[in-house]
C-alpha cells in the first residue's frame, strides 16, 4: 500500500451542497442513529443479563455508560485519526469494532468481559464513525447544512424506535447471546456507510502552481488553536454545562411515571411519545435554521432551544399525574430534537471547515465528563430526597444557565470584536473601498465590480460559512 492520502477537504473545493453529498447524508443518518439509540437500546437485555450473572441493575447499567463515555472521551483520538488517515479508512475500521465487539460479547462468561468487549470495543467502533461522519457532512454541504445537519440528527430518534423493539424481539426468540450476535452482523453496516464517504476531489493545477502546493506545510493532527477562538472556548464551556442536565429527564421520566402508581408499559410509552416528537422536530428545526434571516443568528437560536429545554424540564417538576407526563415529554421532544439539530452546526459555523475535525473532538472529550457525573449525580440526589421533583430541577437549572453562558458569551463577543475586522478578507476589502473614494468615477466602478466578484465568490469556497457579527462566537 502507498501513503494514505488525508481528505482533509482542501480549500479550493466547492461544498456541492447534492450530488453525491445525499448519500453521505443517509450515511450519517444511519451512523448517527446507531451512535445514539445503540446505548440505550441494549438496555432491553439487562434483565436476563442479570438472571444469568447474578448481578444488579447498577452492574449492568454500567454498559450503556462505557458505550456513551467511549463514544463521547475518545473524540480527540478520533479527531487524529481522521486528520491522519481520512473519513473513510477511520470508519470503515471503526465499523469492524463496532461488529466485533457484539459479536465476541455473545460468547462472555461474566459481566466483565462484557464490559470490554460491548463496552469499549463497540463504543470505539462507534466513535469512530459518528465523527468523521459529520465532518463529512460538513464538507459535503454548504448553504444546506442546517437542513442537512438536522435530517442526520433525526436518525437518533428514529433509530431508538426501532432499536427497542427489535431487541425485545430477538431477546425472546433467541436469548441475549442470540440478540448479541445479530446485533453485531447489524452494525457491520457501518462500513457500508464509510464507503459512502468519498472524499472531494480538489480541482486540477497547472504545472506552475503544483510545486507550491506540494510545499504546503502538513496538517496537525490535533489543532489546538482553536483554544484561541473565544467563541469555541465559550461553547464547550457551554455545552458542558448542558450536558450534565441535557439526558438526566428521559432517563428518570419511566421511573418517576412507575412511581406515580402506573402501569410498566404505560411508563415505557412515554418514551416512545418523546421519540415521537423528536423526529420531526430535528429536520423541521434544521430548516428554519436555514432560513436566510435566521442561519447568521443560529447561535442565539441554540440558545433559545436550551432554554426551551430547562424550562420545561422545571414545569415538568410539577407533574403529579400520567397527563401532567406527557405534555412534558411532547414539549421536552421538540425542545430535544431542536438542541440535537443544532448543537454541531453551531460549532461548525463557529470554527469552520478547517478546523472542525479537531475542534468536535476536543468539545466531545469536554462533554464525556460531563455525562459521567451528570446522571449519575441526579441519581444520589434521588436516592437522598426521594423526591424526583428536585431531579428536574436541578437539571433545569443546568441547561438554562448553559444556554445563558452561551447567549451572553456571544453578545460580548460581538461587542469587543464590531469595533474591528474579523477576517483578513474583510480588512482588504475595506481597504479597496476607502481607497476607490480618491479615485475617479471610472476607477470606482472597476474596483466596485473585482469587490463584488470577490464577495460573490468567497462564501462558496470549501463550505465554510463567512465570518459576521452574528457567528463570531
Not at 277 to 305: E, Q, T
Not at 430 to 455: C, G, H, W, Y
Request: glycine share 10%.
Amino acid at each position: 500500500m502507498g501513503a494514505v492520502v488525508a481528505d482533509d477537504g482542501p480549500s479550493g473545493v466547492k461544498a456541492p451542497d447534492g450530488g453525491w453529498g445525499w448519500a453521505v447524508l443517509f450515511g450519517c443518518f444511519i451512523i448517527t442513529g446507531f451512535s445514539y439509540a445503540f446505548p440505550k437500546a441494549v438496555s432491553v437485555f439487562f434483565k436476563e443479563l442479570i438472571r444469568e450473572f447474578g448481578i444488579g441493575y447498577s452492574d449492568t447499567a454500567w454498559i450503556s455508560s462505557i458505550l456513551l463515555a467511549m463514544l463521547y472521551g475518545t473524540g480527540p483520538l478520533c479527531s487524529v485519526c481522521v486528520n491522519r488517515f481520512g473519513c473513510r479508512p477511520v470508519m470503515l475500521v471503526g465499523g469492524l469494532f463496532a461488529s466485533m465487539g457484539m459479536v465476541i460479547a455473545s460468547f462472555c462468561t461474566s459481566i466483565v468481559q462484557i464490559y470490554l468487549t460491548a463496552g469499549v470495543i463497540t463504543g470505539l467502533g462507534l466513535a469512530l464513525n459518528f465523527q468523521p461522519s459529520l465532518i463529512m457532512l460538513n464538507r459535503y454541504f454548504d448553504k444546506r447544512r442546517p437542513l442537512a445537519n438536522g435530517l442526520s440528527a433525526a436518525g437518533s430518534p428514529v433509530f431508538l424506535c426501532a432499536l427497542s423493539p427489535l431487541g425485545q424481539i430477538l431477546q425472546h426468540e433467541y436469548g441475549w447471546r442470540g440478540g448479541f450476535l445479530i446485533l453485531g452482523g447489524m452494525l457491520l453496516n457501518c462500513c457500508v456507510c464509510g464507503a459512502l464517504m468519498r472524499p472531494l476531489e480538489p480541482p486540477k493545477m497547472s504545472e506552475a502552481n503544483k510545486e507550491p502546493a506540494e510545499k504546503k506545510v502538513k496538517k496537525k493532527l490535533l489543532d489546538f488553536s482553536v483554544f484561541k477562538d473565544g467563541g469555541f472556548i465559550i461553547y464547550t464551556l457551554a455545552a458542558s454545562i448542558m450536558v450534565l442536565g441535557l439526558f438526566v429527564p428521559p432517563v428518570f421520566v419511566v421511573s418517576y411515571a412507575k412511581d406515580l402508581g402506573y402501569q410498566d408499559t404505560k411508563a415505557a410509552f412515554l418514551l416512545t411519545i418523546l421519540g415521537f416528537i423528536d423526529i420531526f422536530a430535528r429536520p423541521i428545526c434544521g430548516m428554519v435554521a436555514g432560513l436566510k434571516w435566521v442561519r447568521p443568528r443560529c447561535v442565539y437560536l441554540f440558545s433559545f432551544a436550551m432554554i426551551f429545554n430547562g424550562f420545561t424540564d422545571l414545569m415538568g417538576s410539577m407533574s403529579i399525574d400520567y397527563g401532567g407526563l406527557v405534555v412534558f415529554c411532547i414539549f421536552f421532544g421538540i425542545s430535544y430534537g431542536m438542541v440535537g439539530a443544532l448543537q454541531f452546526e453551531v460549532l461548525m459555523a463557529i470554527v469552520g471547515t478547517q478546523k472542525f475535525s479537531s475542534a468536535i473532538g476536543l468539545v466531545l472529550l469536554a462533554e464525556a465528563m460531563a455525562v459521567l457525573i451528570g446522571p449519575p449525580s441526579a441519581g444520589k440526589l434521588l436516592d437522598a430526597t426521594g423526591r424526583y421533583m428536585f431531579v428536574f430541577i436541578i437539571a433545569g437549572i443546568e441547561v438554562t444557565t448553559s444556554a445563558l453562558v452561551l447567549a451572553l458569551g456571544n453578545f460580548f463577543c460581538i461587542k469587543k470584536k464590531s469595533e474591528e475586522p474579523h477576517t483578513k478578507e474583510e480588512a482588504a476589502e475595506r481597504e479597496e473601498l476607502n481607497k476607490s473614494e480618491d479615485k475617479t468615477p471610472e476607477d470606482a466602478k472597476v474596483d466596485s465590480i473585482e469587490v463584488e466578484q470577490f464577495l460573490k465568490d468567497e462564501p462558496e469556497k470549501n463550505g465554510e460559512v463567512v465570518t459576521n457579527p452574528e457567528t463570531c462566537v
